[in-house]
């Protein structure tokens, strides 16, 4: 188990969709939301009724806004991102829970450990806490997760399938 994941919006929206945001808690001993990503999911409960699940569960796991470096602003990236990151660089045994490739560049270029939902699905199923991990990957993308088949193809090889 990981110390801390630090978790964005769309893996946290796409997980409420799919029925399974206590996987997070089964995989992860310290889960941290950041405020401001709570706000942006909240934005979006008029469009989706899933959104009501992501922050009462995201709630119990709120954390602060922090100061966002410099090197994290030149990006231009999404301010709930910006906070994932920024509490991340605070936390050295942290993960950041990015679905944004560029969002995720920025993170890997400050050193930062990365996955995303797809991940999320990965380590569930190295958890045994699924069977399969190929059927809640294509859950998670009829629920709106941006992912190519070559790119789940890789992904399920890794975990065999």
Not at 62 to 76: D, G, L, S
Not at 103 to 112: D, F, P, Q, V
Not at 124 to 138: T, V
Request: glycine fraction near 4%; proline fraction near 6%.
């Amino acid at each position: 188990m990981a110390d801390t994941w630090i978790i964005n919006a769309s893996p946290l929206i796409l997980l409420a969709r799919i029925g399974h945001l206590d996987w997070l808690e089964k995989m992860v001993a310290n889960p941290l939301v950041p405020a401001k990503v709570i706000e942006e999911v909240l934005a979006g409960q008029a469009f989706d009724p899933t959104a009501n699940v992501a922050v009462k569960w995201a709630s119990h796991y709120r954390v602060e806004n922090i100061e966002v470096p410099m090197t994290i602003q030149v990006w231009k990236i999404d301010p709930g991102e910006s906070q994932v990151i920024a509490h991340a660089l605070q936390q050295p045994t942290s993960y950041a829970i990015l679905d944004d490739a560029a969002t995720r560049r920025c993170a890997l270029s400050l050193g930062i450990s990365v996955f995303g939902s797809i991940g999320i699905v990965l380590r569930a199923k190295k958890s045994n806490l699924i069977p399969q991990a190929r059927p809640w990957l294509e859950k998670l993308k009829k629920a709106g997760l941006f992912a190519n088949d070559h790119l789940l193809q890789i992904a399920l090889a890794k975990v065999g399938e």
